[in-house]
């Protein structure tokens, strides 16, 4: 965690000399075990060429490794285009799922995945290393595989959709050779199944993405307007200026009341709270848990307990919104995250039921844990 503060402040510090765009969180590289990772010093064009419901782009790779090349949309045929790395764990986690999918639709929909973003110090990843990851994988990545090519892929498919350079990302083509969503992998499976039977609005999901884009936009902003006042990390006495944060968030969701639970201002918001007023704290995390971002508020609290705990006092009411925020999590988590990430979560459950005073709980959670890491261990000695 402290390795994530810290390239969290470095963004910061970029961002107090560049404008800030959606893209902006690129520039660090954080893998979320449990939901994407986005992609270290990766500079993204900016300028979107295409929306969904446009004509899907042509797959340019460097070479297939796996299955049959796919060099056009057959009318009528459903696609599925994932992006992976060999070093995403979450995009290896997904990729069980995504088999079971192709071969649940097989003769329906076509699943290629293209391996992206593997350059590390101007060297791409060979061929035959490929080739050997994805042989390892066997029937867990049942389906076609390519390598990028860095010329093409990306920029006709990230950046030409002004998608962020986040992986796992998975596109899906209709009928029509048209791009109907763009998303993680985790909803797939409504996604396809709409699609499969004609329901999928395809015009409705591109006004909803306009309006994603626009408020992602502003809530990127939020960084560079109060890195100023966030104190220094490695400073236990150094809690910055909180109320001037607040200040700054307060005035931005004045202009755009949207913004109030947007993943970015929650973090800030629930931050400068909880060294303020840990009561309102509580009170905003809840409202954060139950708005339209829950899914990232969830995260975003408890990344924010982790680090402040280091600072502060931190009240049992806060423990206990911490140890919701995990159930939360864990409740809307992808079926295929990996054991020990699981359980991971409900021993820190444990803990924080335990310091918020609900030992019944911690006992429950702490069980829950052991109970994975035997199955795991279990998993590991087959």
């Given at each position: 965690m402290k390795l994530k503060i810290q390239?969290?402040?470095?963004?910061?510090?970029i961002s107090l000399t560049v404008i800030?765009?959606?893209?902006?969180?690129?520039?660090?590289?954080?893998?979320?075990?449990?939901?994407?990772?986005?992609?270290d010093s990766i500079k993204k064009d900016t300028s979107a060429t295409r929306k969904l419901g446009d004509l899907a782009p042509q797959l340019r790779v460097r070479g297939w490794i796996k299955g049959t090349p796919v060099t056009d949309y057959e009318k009528g045929k459903v696609y599925v285009v994932e992006f992976w790395a060999t070093w995403c764990a979450p995009c290896i986690a997904s990729m069980p799922h995504l088999s079971a999918l192709a071969r649940k639709y097989n003769g329906k929909v076509t699943f290629s995945a293209i391996d992206v973003f593997e350059t590390h110090e101007s060297k791409t990843i060979s061929m035959e290393r490929l080739k050997a990851f994805v042989d390892g994988m066997g029937r867990k990545m049942d389906f076609n595989i390519a390598a990028e090519d860095t010329?093409?892929?990306v920029r006709d498919w990230f950046?030409?959709?002004?998608?962020?350079?986040?992986?796992?990302?998975?596109?899906?083509?209709?009928?029509q050779g048209?791009?109907?969503?763009?998303?993680?992998?985790?909803?797939?499976?409504?996604?396809?199944e709409k699609v499969l039977n004609n329901t999928w609005d395809v015009k409705g999901?591109?006004?909803?993405?306009?309006?994603?884009?626009?408020?992602?936009?502003?809530d990127t902003t939020v960084i560079s307007k109060v890195c100023r006042y966030q104190g220094k990390y490695s400073d236990l006495n150094d809690l910055g200026f909180p109320d001037s944060t607040l200040m700054?968030?307060?005035?931005?969701?004045?202009?755009e009341p949207k913004l109030k639970y947007t993943p970015w201002m929650v973090h800030y918001t629930f931050t400068a709270l909880l060294r303020t007023d840990p009561h309102k704290a509580y009170e905003f995390g809840k409202q954060a848990m139950a708005s339209s971002y829950g899914w990232y508020a969830n995260g975003r609290i408890i990344d924010a307990i982790r680090d402040d705990m280091r600072k502060l006092s931190t009240p049992k009411e806060i423990y206990l919104l911490g140890a919701e925020c995990h159930q939360a999590k864990i409740d809307r988590s992808p079926?295929?995250?990996?054991?020990?990430?699981?359980?991971?979560?409900?021993?820190?459950?444990?803990?924080?039921?335990?310091?918020?005073?609900?030992?019944?709980?911690?006992?429950?959670?702490e069980k829950k844990a052991i109970k994975l890491w035997e199955k795991e261990l279990k998993n590991s000695s087959n």
């Open positions: 390239l969290l402040l470095l963004l910061c510090t800030a765009q959606k893209d902006t969180s690129t520039a660090f590289h954080n893998v979320q075990k449990d939901s994407s990772a986005k992609v010329n093409f892929t950046d030409a959709y002004n998608f962020e350079h986040v992986i796992p990302t998975t596109f899906v083509v209709d009928g048209q791009v109907a969503w763009i998303g993680h992998p985790i909803h797939l499976d409504t996604v396809l999901a591109s006004v909803r993405r306009t309006n994603d884009d626009y408020l992602n936009s502003l700054v968030i307060n005035e931005m969701v004045k202009q079926p295929y995250l990996p054991i020990g990430d699981m359980a991971k979560q409900y021993h820190e459950m444990a803990e924080w039921y335990r310091r918020g005073g609900d030992k019944l709980k911690a006992i429950a959670a």
